[in-house]
């Protein structure tokens, strides 16, 4: 989010796409949380209707765009690749996290039910797990629950891993230390972004 204002560029989030269905009641968006809350990952089919559909808006089409949450396999990567054709992509940015320290921060995220905001049990709302900014509930999400976790860390092995490999043997990937408060590894991503523009230029 905070790299896209940066750049001033869409940030197209899949998984703010899919909350969005979901709040919205339509059939899509009833599958889509079911799959979310027992922390499976929806068909690369759907996800990348959705991923071309908004790829496809003019703002995307005049601006570029950072594409957050996607692609998670790799063909879903082939389809991108397709979809985005002659084009190719700039760059990929692996955030390297232990699994330890992503389990912890799973565990212990708390999320604002009505605006999203984010909490933690180390940084909670100013007053009895109320959002500060909306007043909401605050709460866990169904999948961060650590069942939910350990899925997800499994599926990433199996699935998303090879997505480095994928990216690497197309010089389109760069890899980022994500241990630190966010602002810190926000200033390494654009490091990483500027490296590689400059390289491009040479
Ligand atoms: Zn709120």
Same mark, same amino acid.
């Given at each position: 989010?905070?790299? /896209?204002?940066?750049?001033?560029?869409?940030?197209? =989030?899949?998984?703010?796409?899919?909350?969005?269905?979901?709040? =919205?009641? /339509? &059939?899509? *968006?009833?599958?889509?949380?079911?799959?979310?809350?027992?922390?499976?990952?929806?068909?690369? #089919?759907?996800?990348? #209707?959705?991923?071309?559909?908004?790829?496809?808006?003019? $703002?995307?089409?005049?601006?570029g765009f950072i594409? &957050? *949450? !996607?692609?998670? %396999? %790799?063909?879903?990567?082939?389809?991108?690749?397709?979809?985005l054709?002659?084009q190719t992509l700039d760059l990929t940015v692996?955030?390297?996290?232990?699994?330890?320290?992503?389990?912890?921060?799973?565990? @212990?995220?708390?999320?604002?039910?009505?605006? @999203?905001?984010?909490? /933690?049990?180390?940084?909670?709302?100013?007053?009895?797990?109320? !959002?500060?900014? !909306?007043? @909401?509930?605050?709460?866990?999400?169904? $999948?961060?629950?650590?069942?939910?976790?350990?899925?997800?860390?499994?599926?990433?092995?199996?699935?998303?891993?090879?997505?480095?490999?994928?990216?690497? *043997?197309?010089?389109q990937?760069a890899?980022?230390? @994500?241990? *630190?408060?966010?602002?810190?590894?926000?200033?390494?991503?654009?490091?990483?972004i500027? $490296?590689r523009r400059?390289?491009g230029?040479?």
């Amino acid at each position: 989010m905070r790299l /896209s204002h940066h750049y001033v560029v869409p940030h197209v =989030s899949t998984g703010d796409m899919l909350r969005a269905a979901e709040k =919205s009641g /339509s &059939d899509f *968006g009833m599958k889509a949380k079911e799959s979310m809350d027992s922390g499976e990952l929806l068909s690369d #089919e759907i996800i990348m #209707e959705m991923v071309a559909e908004r790829l496809a808006e003019s $703002d995307v089409v005049a601006r570029g765009f950072i594409l &957050d *949450g !996607c692609p998670r %396999t %790799t063909h879903q990567a082939e389809v991108l690749a397709a979809l985005l054709a002659p084009q190719t992509l700039d760059l990929t940015v692996d955030i390297e996290v232990p699994t330890a320290q992503v389990m912890r921060r799973l565990a @212990g995220r708390r999320v604002c039910v009505d605006c @999203g905001a984010n909490y /933690s049990v180390s940084t909670p709302p100013k007053v009895n797990w109320l !959002c500060d900014v !909306c007043g @909401g509930e605050v709460k866990q999400r169904k $999948d961060d629950t650590e069942d939910a976790i350990r899925r997800r860390l499994e599926l990433y092995e199996r699935q998303t891993a090879p997505l480095i490999e994928w990216y690497e *043997g197309r010089n389109q990937l760069a890899r980022v230390n @994500g241990i *630190g408060p966010p602002d810190a590894v926000l200033r390494r991503i654009i490091r990483s972004i500027e $490296d590689r523009r400059n390289r491009g230029r040479r």
